[in-house]
């Protein structure tokens, strides 16, 4: 493999985004029908539901404590009159039902239309692309920077595909998509590495020279703790020369 590849933490809150929102609803309707259930007044029931839908890691804890506090509070004195207040008080079973489905479907409509977008969407292109890379899925790596690339013409997702089209060995390609991604501004200092690489491997050596002189000259190899790559990129260069002199 020519080049290496991480993921970022971004990449993996995106990879599990959709779970944790699913998640997040279903906490959200338990919490509606709960705080019914303890007769919570509708409106704050519907501002505990939409507070954990929002904030689940802060809401949910707070909302258990609350109606714990309330469930002590309001302790029937004896069970006859516990007896007749939920008899007064509780509302149509229809009505009972009804709220929380309609909220649940509103919510959970909505979710599915967001992530639909999101699916559609550069980020979750990227995404996926992650994804497949950590699943050895080149093929599917590729088509998902493809994608990205069709709705947002950006530079490092270029150099992205180009990684993966070199570890094809569709070094043409890869070339392609990396002259590209300098040229629109990709400010990787490795840029002309990645391109002597592709080069040599396209037995162009004396392109190849010139962009390894480049990348010695780059901040890379000027700071105090160059990089590995530098001593083989100078020994390339100096090989270059010594048989560029003549004889």
Not at 63 to 85: C, D, M, N, V, W
Not at 115 to 125: A, I, K, P, T
Not at 223 to 231: G, N
Request: proline share 4%; with cysteine.
């Amino acid at each position: 493999m020519i080049f290496q590849f991480a993921i970022s933490a971004g990449e993996f809150f995106e990879l599990i985004r959709p779970a944790v929102l699913v998640l997040s609803a279903l906490a959200s309707i338990w919490v509606l029908v709960s705080a019914r259930r303890h007769r919570f007044l509708h409106y704050v029931a519907i501002g505990w539901a939409l507070g954990t839908l929002f904030f689940p890691l802060i809401t949910l804890p707070l909302y258990l404590i609350a109606r714990f506090i309330r469930q002590r509070s309001e302790q029937p004195t004896h069970a006859g009159a516990e007896a007749r207040k939920t008899f007064s008080s509780s509302p149509a079973p229809s009505r009972r039902i009804a709220i929380p489905l309609a909220y649940a479907a509103v919510v959970l409509s909505l979710i599915a239309f967001y992530l639909y977008r999101d699916h559609q969407s550069v980020d979750g292109h990227l995404a996926r692309a992650a994804q497949a890379k950590l699943s050895g899925k080149r093929g599917g790596t590729i088509d998902e920077y493809r994608a990205a690339l069709k709705l947002e013409d950006n530079p490092h997702t270029r150099k992205l595909l180009a990684i993966e089209l070199a570890d094809t060995g569709d070094w043409t390609g890869a070339l392609f998509e990396l002259r590209k991604a300098e040229q629109d501004g990709e400010t990787d200092d490795l840029m002309a590495f990645y391109i002597a690489t592709l080069l040599d491997s396209l037995n162009l050596p004396n392109q190849a020279t010139l962009e390894y002189q480049k990348f010695l000259e780059s901040r890379v190899c000027t700071q105090p703790l160059a990089d590995k790559r530098c001593s083989g990129a100078s020994i390339r260069v100096q090989a270059a020369q010594a048989a560029s002199r003549p004889r």
